[in-house]
């Protein structure tokens, strides 16, 4: 039953000293693959977090793929090179002078520069160093022709500037004299209203409409569904719950709440609506597990392949054969939401952009980077992403084994809610790919992860299970 999957957008790439995807350091040996089901803890293995792969691998990031790459000049054989040290920088959440003489370098040569340079150098910046690089974003928002990299350079200026709804003016008019057709921009909507009510305002979060009709049996009907319930603020650990296909949530054997904590936060916190951004809010379909069979990043726990509208066909989407060869169209995503407050709700719009805008592969997976890096942050042990959610997974640094795997438990949750069980007794094995669908919605703006009694409390309020 096992299916591969390669690296792609939404996942974590090994970058090697020219830039490029290097096989050799992303390759997984067979020893490090998971078993048959059932999958127990004990079934995962990765040599990758073995405490001397670590520290190879952390000084490789330090001294190779930064500071030496950064030691060269920029030129168009070593462009790829500068790529790789962003990325390594952005992993390692590096924010010194070498990395911040490296960014101002590359956005002063923004023009000369390939595309996917330009995008990576401003996703950086806005990621490492907020409060920087003025001028040179406010070059980009003049000069640049591409929705992205405006929405990109926008957002950094617009957040030193007051936030949006005092910069978003002057923004909005340079945006609508360089993109006249901005309304046929997915990216370019999802800014405007990003800027007006959304993060990227300032304004105090809206309160999500009420919960019910989402939790709800009626909604999903006959499908499992995990509920990712997250913070505005994405650097706090969010909690997944999920809900059986017969509409009532799985449970412990205990009788408590099945949960585990997910973060939804990306390396650099740009929105859901740009490459690389958080995770967006909304409803993404689940058609399956598969195991990254080429990425040490994510490990050898399974993860669920979860797909934005647009990404997936309506037929795959819906899990619907009866729509094969039809079109998507924002009603028919809006559709499938509950009638009334959620249909219009913004934050259920950030799935549909960022589908259309043709961000794809944002999985739900676990994780094998070491949580040292992260040591002082707010989400620590956890792990930040390129766009996944993830799972906090802790492994032995001496056998490579693994120590806790909330993934794993979450794709056992998924797996029973699939027929309709809770947990207890042996952990369920699938005789097909599990099906269902994946709600992420932020819950509140509070600056503190979002706990396990926090969810049951909500469970209780909205479901009519006791």
Not at 288 to 300: E, H, Q, S
Not at 389 to 412: F, K, M, N, P
């Amino acid at each position: 039953m096992k299916r591969w999957l390669a690296m792609g957008t939404g996942l974590w790439l090994m970058i090697s000293a020219s830039g490029a995807v290097s096989s050799a350091e992303a390759a997984v040996t067979a020893a490090d693959e998971p078993a048959t089901w059932p999958l127990r803890l004990s079934d995962l293995h990765s040599s990758f977090v073995l405490a001397q792969q670590r520290a190879a691998l952390l000084r490789e990031l330090k001294d190779k793929k930064i500071r030496d790459t950064f030691a060269q000049p920029l030129t168009t054989a070593t462009e790829a090179g500068w790529r790789g040290g962003l990325w390594a920088a952005g992993l390692l959440q590096q924010r010194d002078a070498t990395v911040r003489e490296a960014l101002r370098t590359l956005l002063r040569a923004h023009a000369s520069l390939g595309a996917e340079t330009q995008r990576q150098a401003l996703e950086t910046a806005y990621g490492l160093f907020p409060s920087e690089f003025a001028d040179e974003m406010s070059s980009v928002v003049q000069t640049t022709t591409n929705p992205k990299l405006f929405a990109m350079a926008a957002l950094h200026l617009m957040r030193q500037r007051g936030a949006g709804r005092k910069a978003w003016p002057d923004v909005a008019a340079l945006m609508r004299q360089q993109f006249p057709r901005w309304r046929t921009e997915p990216i370019l909507l999802a800014l405007e209203a990003d800027a007006t009510c959304g993060r990227a305002s300032g304004l105090p979060m809206r309160k999500p409409p009420p919960l019910e009709p989402l939790l709800a049996p009626s909604f999903a009907p006959g499908r499992p569904v995990i509920y990712s319930l997250q913070r505005r603020n994405r650097d706090y650990e969010g909690r997944a719950i999920v809900r059986r296909a017969d509409g009532r949530f799985v449970r412990n054997p205990d009788g408590s709440l099945f949960s585990v904590g997910q973060m939804a936060r990306s390396n650099s916190n740009l929105p859901g609506y740009l490459t690389n951004g958080n995770t967006p809010q909304g409803v993404f379909t689940i058609v399956g597990l598969g195991v990254a069979r080429t990425n040490k990043f994510i490990g050898p726990t399974p993860f669920l392949e979860s797909m934005l509208p647009v990404e997936a066909t309506p037929d795959t989407w819906f899990h619907d054969p009866a729509l094969a060869g039809t079109s998507w169209t924002l009603e028919m995503y809006l559709s499938f939401l509950p009638p009334g407050e959620w249909r219009v709700a913004a934050s259920m719009l950030e799935a549909w952009y960022a589908g259309t805008a043709g961000r794809s592969e944002m999985l739900t997976h676990g994780t094998c980077i070491d949580p040292d890096y992260y040591k002082g942050m707010p989400w620590h042990p956890n792990s930040p992403s390129l766009g996944c959610l993830t799972a906090l997974e802790l492994w032995d640094g001496a056998s490579g084994r693994a120590l806790r795997s909330d993934q794993l438990s979450l794709v056992q949750a998924f797996m029973a809610a699939a027929a309709n069980r809770d947990l207890s007794g042996a952990p369920p094995g699938p005789a097909s790919q599990p099906k269902g669908y994946l709600v992420v919605i932020e819950i509140s703006d509070e600056a503190r992860p979002v706990s396990p009694s926090e969810a049951e409390r909500l469970v209780r309020r909205t479901s009519r299970q006791k």
